[in-house]
Nanobody, 116 residues
């Protein structure tokens, strides 16, 4: 299983970014996918998750600003981030979990920096 993130970068407060995570080695449509983030000195936290059926849930801190979506034809999950704040600065990771094994699979992470 391989997860490859892209789309991170530096943006001013109020700006937008779209992260992408492309998966290989799995039947993508059968897997729930999640975006997590880890800021310096803090624990990794769930940002958003989407099930195989398309149901979504979000951390309270990003509700109304971030949107998670999936394209099963492209084996890709997206995180659209709008109205970015400095506190959104973190390394963002894509994650999935083995349907039978329960094993976690992580991408390498992509840096998002929100600063004026």
């Amino acid at each position: 299983v391989q997860l490859v993130e892209s789309g991170g970068g530096s943006v001013q407060p109020g700006g937008s970014l779209r992260l992408s995570c492309t998966a290989s080695g799995i039947i993508f449509s059968a897997y729930a996918m999640g975006w997590y983030r880890q800021a310096p000195g803090k624990q990794r936290e769930l940002v958003a998750r989407i099930t195989s059926g398309g149901s979504t849930n979000y951390a309270d801190s990003v509700k109304g600003r971030f949107t998670i979506a999936r394209d099963n034809a492209k084996n890709t999950v997206y995180l659209q981030m709008n109205s970015l704040k400095p506190e959104d600065t973190a390394v963002y990771y894509c994650k999935t979990q083995g349907v039978i094994s329960g094993r976690n699979y992580w991408g390498q992470g992509t840096q998002v920096t929100v600063s004026s």
